[in-house]
């Protein structure tokens, strides 16, 4: 079974450019995860989907940050402009709904490494 | 409202030693609880996890971990550590419900002696 796909693995940007990152997870995962994870720090959640509704995004700075998933498969996470304290990895996840109330576990990819200068 | 604190951002253990890293959580009901491990540059991988039933909880490359209600923990184990074991190791929390999320602990690394 594939796994959670992101790209690209690696980014630098100047600050106030753009950037977009690509997730694919993994077939028949009906909920997707945005975290961004901070150096010494654990992943915090920016969006989460289900489907192609977005469930939870109270910590997605809305004025920079957009993700979409208009077809239920596939995510990007935009920034525009970044900011200098948007270096961080950007991992993406999926789990699995099999049933009322129970899910898998979140299954993560590699990540997206963001460096702003 | 969920969350989890992981007390000792780095953990030092000999080879050969214990492994012990902490996790407590605060849930209003029994939540999941999970152990992620992160090695450098790479995602988190699942180590084990806890959903019901039987409280301790055995994972991948000789982890355990046991489920404490009363003391509202989740401590991680491994009998004898090994250099391969050397990484960030996060803690997680969720009530695997539909809408809800999974809450990370701030992470412990886990060095290892010679």
């Known amino acids: 079974e594939a796994g959670v796909a992101q790209s690209p693995r690696y980014k630098i940007i100047e600050k106030r450019q753009s950037v977009a990152f690509w997730c694919n997870p993994i077939?028949?995962?009906?909920?997707l995860y945005w975290y961004q994870q901070i150096l010494g720090q654990g992943p915090k959640l920016l969006i989460q989907?289900?489907?192609?509704?977005?469930?939870?995004d109270s910590q997605l700075p809305k004025d920079r940050f957009s993700a979409e998933r208009l077809k239920g498969v596939d995510s990007t996470l935009k920034i525009q402009p970044a900011k200098l304290e948007d270096s961080a990895v950007y991992l993406c996840?999926?789990?699995?709904?099999?049933?009322?109330?129970?899910?898998?576990?979140?299954?993560f990819g590699q990540g997206t490494r963001l460096t702003v200068v | 409202a969920q969350s989890v604190t992981q007390l000792g951002s780095h953990v030092s253990v000999s080879e050969g030693a214990l492994v012990l890293l902490r996790c407590n959580y605060s849930s209003s009901v029994p939540p999941y609880l999970f152990w992620y491990v992160q090695y450098p540059n790479q995602g988190l991988q699942l180590l084990l996890k806890y959903t019901t039933g039987a409280t301790l909880v055995k994972g991948i490359n000789g982890f355990e971990a046991e489920f404490k209600k009363s003391e509202t923990s989740f401590h991680l184990t491994k009998p004898s550590a090994h250099m391969s074991d050397a990484a960030e190791y996060f803690c997680a929390v969720s009530m695997m419900n539909r809408d809800d999320k999974i809450i990370f602990g701030k992470g412990t690394r886990l060095h290892i002696l010679p």
């Open positions: 996840a999926s789990s699995l709904f099999l049933g009322v109330d129970r899910y898998t576990e979140a299954f």
């Open positions: 989907f289900q489907n192609n509704g977005v469930v939870d």
């Open positions: 077939s028949g995962h009906a909920t």
